[in-house]
């Protein structure tokens, strides 16, 4: 069964960084595109970040572009979301999944989720 797993979510300040992963298992993901989701409490989820599956384009929300990088290691099945210069706003259930659509970078057609880590950003 195929799954992903996020980790690397915690409790940070103001101005840190965090890095997430999210490992792939049970089918290699590595010709989906992958993408960064986020939801925080009493709001919608939303696109965060998203990467081809050569990694060769990456995608963000305006809200993060410029201080989360999304990448990928297609040998270990697993993609990463670095993140710094955090803010209290980015406080959220940070999710990936995995596309095979076309238009992926829109945010749409994610056919595979993981279960979520927690990331806080203290004031």
């Known amino acids: 069964q195929a799954q992903l797993v996020e980790s690397g979510g915690g409790l940070v300040q103001a101005g840190g960084s965090l890095r997430l992963s999210c490992a792939g298992s049970?089918?290699?993901?590595?010709?989906?595109?992958m993408g960064w989701f986020r939801q925080a409490p009493g709001k919608e989820r939303e696109f965060v970040a998203a990467?081809?599956?050569?990694?060769?384009?990456?995608y963000y929300a305006d809200s993060v572009k410029g201080r989360f990088t999304i990448s990928r290691d297609n040998a270990k099945n697993t993609v990463y979301l670095q993140m710094n210069s955090l803010k209290p706003e980015d406080t959220a259930v940070y999710y990936c999944?995995?596309?095979?659509?076309?238009?992926?970078?829109?945010?749409?057609?994610?056919?595979?989720w993981g279960q979520g880590t927690q990331v806080t950003v203290s004031s």
């Open positions: 990467i081809r599956w050569s990694g060769a384009s990456t």
């Open positions: 999944a995995a596309s095979a659509d076309s238009y992926y970078y829109t945010g749409r057609g994610y056919d595979y």
């Open positions: 049970g089918r290699t993901f590595s010709n989906y595109a």
